[in-house]
């Protein structure tokens, strides 16, 4: 199972998240998140993957921000369309993977991957919210059976400490991992370290 951290910018607290053997860790490239990043941190994980996470940017901050971060997944967490996807894609490099999310209310909900499918490498699938970068909450996660596609999805959405016996219990055969932010913090954009080591040690060792 993949585990995201997201939403990182201090190099210590960086270091201290690598530690915990995480596989991905993101860095928000958009300006009204509290967890922005607007300047490279003094160290960037380097035993992890990076995702650079942007809502309705243009494809040159988006390649900008690839090449200075070293990325190794676009994240896109906006409005973007399938016609952006398929433009975006052409661009990147081919060792570079896509992730799109789709908020999730519904059965009909899902239906919005299938245009995406073939320009994306991964789907985030979380709660639907007035604004953009996350809502914090969690969706009915029943929802996920109705899922059909073989894209492989991560899951994010209010995910907390008390949570790791239910993403246990997840067996849909496109569920690749998991995506970790607020319910893990000290502050916005620092990570509690102890709350997630017991939380990824009890996901990985039951």
Known sequence: MIIKVCGMRDAENIRDVESLGVDWMGFIFYGPSSRFVGERPEYLPEQCQRVGVFVNST?????????????????????????????????????????????????????????????????LFESPCSG????????????????????????????????????????????????????????PGLKDIDKLRTFINKIRTT
């Open 59 to 123: 494809m040159e901050v988006i390649l900008q921000k690839t090449e200075e971060f070293g990325l190794n997944y676009v994240q896109l967490h906006g409005d973007e369309s399938p016609a952006f996807c398929s433009r975006l894609r052409s661009v990147l490099p081919l060792d570079l993977d896509l992730i799109k999310m789709v908020g999730i209310s519904s059965k009909s909900d899902m239906k919005a991957t299938t245009a995406y499918t073939p320009f994306v490498d991964y789907f």
């Open 132 to 187: 953009y970068g996350g809502s914090g909450k969690k969706f009915d996660w029943s929802l996920l059976e109705q899922y059909e596609g073989t894209k492989p999805f991560i899951l994010t959405g209010g995910i907390g400490p008390d949570d790791a016996e239910e993403i246990q219990t997840l067996t849909h055969p496109s569920f690749a991992g998991i995506d970790l932010n607020s319910r893990f913090e000290l502050s």
